[in-house]
Antibody, heavy 122, light 110 residues
Framework: DVQLAESGGGLVQPGGSLRLSCATS????????MNWVRQAPGKGLEWVSY????????YYADSVKGRFTVSRDNAKNSLYLQMNSLRDEDTAIYYC???????????????WGQGSLVTVSS | QSVLTQPPSVSAAPGQKVTISCSGS????????VYWYQQFPGTAPKLLIY???KRPSGIPDRFSGSKSGTSATLGITGLQTGDEADYYC???????????FGGGTKLTVL
């Protein structure tokens, strides 16, 4: 079975840093692009970042650009999100999601982790 | 403010049909495929529809999707109380080089 499991969330002060990890299993990690998506408490989904299979293509939402860094280790089947200069508005559940490519399109988020809560507060 | 626009809520009686709209622009829905996700409280989103109108394995044919121009629609027939959830449309925005979602629609089955 495909499994994704986020870890590393917690309480951090404004201006602080946190690193999220997403451990995967049940599929060939190196052949799939990956994404981070977040959801603030009681709010909708917000796409955060995309990374291609060998990290040659990376995109960020404007709201996190310059502060967050996505990376992956294909040997460890893991995805990461380094979050710096955290703000109150970064408080959210962070999900990692696998991007599936059909014959027509990519960016299909077909499997999601259970999420990791990040709380930015003093 | 979400890039894609959805109604905040919709409701219908059990057994009835409901549609959820998703409006975008020429840089997202207009040129890319649309996906729909279902999310129950306290759980991760689940892929419901991909490539505008395709259902992943295990998704019943009560769920359907369509797209026309810069808008997309999710349809659910034979409503069940178990369908009560939040539904999100999503796609890629080629101008932003970013994923985009709608604000979500809460479905209530009366």
């Amino acid at each position: 079975d495909v499994q994704l499991a986020e870890s590393g969330g917690g309480l951090v002060q404004p201006g602080g840093s946190l690193r999220l990890s997403c451990a995967t299993s049940g599929f060939t990690f190196s052949t799939y692009d990956m994404n981070w998506v977040r959801q603030a408490p009681g709010k909708g989904l917000e796409w955060v970042s995309y990374i291609s299979t060998f990290s040659n293509t990376i995109y960020y939402a404007d709201s996190v650009k310059g502060r967050f860094t996505v990376s992956r280790d294909n040997a460890k089947n893991s995805l990461y999100l380094q979050m710096n200069s955290l703000r109150d508005e970064d408080t959210a559940i962070y999900y990692c999601a696998r991007a599936y490519c059909s014959s027509s399109s990519c960016h299909i988020l077909d499997y999601w982790g259970q999420g990791s809560l990040v709380t930015v507060s003093s | 403010q979400s890039v894609l626009t959805q109604p905040p809520s919709v409701s219908a009686a059990p057994g009835q049909k409901v549609t959820i709209s998703c409006s975008g622009s020429s840089s997202n829905i207009g040129i890319n495929y649309v996906y729909w996700y279902q999310q129950f409280p306290g759980t991760a989103p689940k892929l419901l529809i991909y490539d505008n109108n395709k259902r992943p394995s295990g998704i019943p044919d009560r769920f359907s999707g369509s797209k026309s121009g810069t808008s997309a629609t999710l349809g659910i027939t034979g409503l069940q109380t178990g369908d009560e959830a939040d539904y999100y449309c999503g796609t890629w925005d080629s101008s932003l080089s970013a994923g985009v979602f709608g604000g979500g629609t809460k479905l209530t089955v009366l």
